[in-house]
C-alpha cells in the first residue's frame, strides 16, 4: 500500500494502492470508503459477484442484517463471497458486517451473533474501548443497535470485549467488530486491515 508523503496527493497515491471492495447492497458504505482512501487504498462497491474480480479485501459495513442478508440472496452473492474467503482474502465486518461473518449468515467465521444485544436505536452508545493489537489509545467505539458475539471457537481470538461480551474477534484473515470504525475519528482498525492485506498479497 501506497502511503502519501507530505503534500502528496492522496487520489495518487492511491491509484497504485490495493483494490478494496465494500458490500454496498445497504448500509453506510461511503464512509467506509472515505477512510480507506484515506489511508491509499482503491475501493469498489460490491452490489454483484463479478464486483468480487481481483479485490484484495472486502469491507461488509453496518446497517440491517436481514436486509442485507435478502440482497445478498438476491444477487447471488453468498457462494461467491463464500469463495473469496476461502482463497485467504481479507474480510473486515462491521455491527451488521459481523453478523453477516457469523455461523447462521454466511458461515465464514465460527461465532455466533446476538442482534441489537445493546437495545435499539435509542440505546445508541459511544464508548472508550481498549481494542487488542491496536494498542493506546483506546479506540472510540460507535455502537448503533450493535451485536455482540455470544459463542465462539477455539480458533476466533477476542480483541475487546464490553462488560463481559466479546465486540470484536479475529479468526485468521477475518476480523469482525460490533461497532462503527468508521464513524469514531480513528482510523486504526481500518489501517490494521489494510496491514491484513498487505500480508496476504506478499503471502
Do not use: Y
Not at 492511491?14 to 475501493?43: K, M
Request: with cysteine; glycine share 10%; net charge negative.
Amino acid at each position: 500500500m501506497t502511503v502519501p508523503t507530505p503534500g502528496q496527493n492522496w487520489a495518487a497515491a492511491a491509484a497504485n494502492g490495493p483494490l478494496i471492495g465494500v458490500l454496498a447492497l445497504q448500509g453506510d458504505f461511503a464512509a467506509h470508503e472515505r477512510v480507506l482512501r484515506s489511508l491509499g487504498a482503491r475501493t469498489r462497491q460490491v452490489r454483484v459477484p463479478a464486483d468480487l474480480d481481483d479485490l484484495a479485501g472486502l469491507v461488509m459495513p453496518g446497517g440491517e442484517s436481514t436486509t442485507m442478508t435478502l440482497g445478498i440472496e438476491r444477487e447471488g452473492l453468498a457462494e461467491p463471497l463464500r469463495a473469496l474467503a476461502g482463497r485467504g482474502v481479507p474480510i473486515f465486518g462491521t455491527c451488521a458486517g459481523l453478523i453477516l461473518l457469523d455461523r447462521e449468515h454466511l458461515g465464514l467465521m465460527d461465532v455466533r451473533c446476538e442482534r441489537n444485544a445493546f437495545g435499539r436505536q435509542v440505546h445508541s452508545f459511544e464508548a472508550e474501548l481498549p481494542v487488542a493489537e491496536l494498542g493506546q489509545p483506546p479506540v472510540r467505539a460507535v455502537f448503533i443497535r450493535a451485536p455482540w458475539i455470544r459463542e465462539h471457537g477455539a480458533e476466533v481470538q477476542v480483541l475487546a470485549e464490553i462488560d463481559g461480551h466479546a465486540v470484536a474477534a479475529r479468526q485468521a484473515h477475518l476480523l469482525g467488530v460490533a461497532f462503527h470504525p468508521e464513524l469514531g475519528g480513528d482510523t486504526r482498525l481500518h489501517a490494521r486491515f489494510l496491514a491484513d492485506v498487505r500480508a496476504a498479497s506478499v503471502a
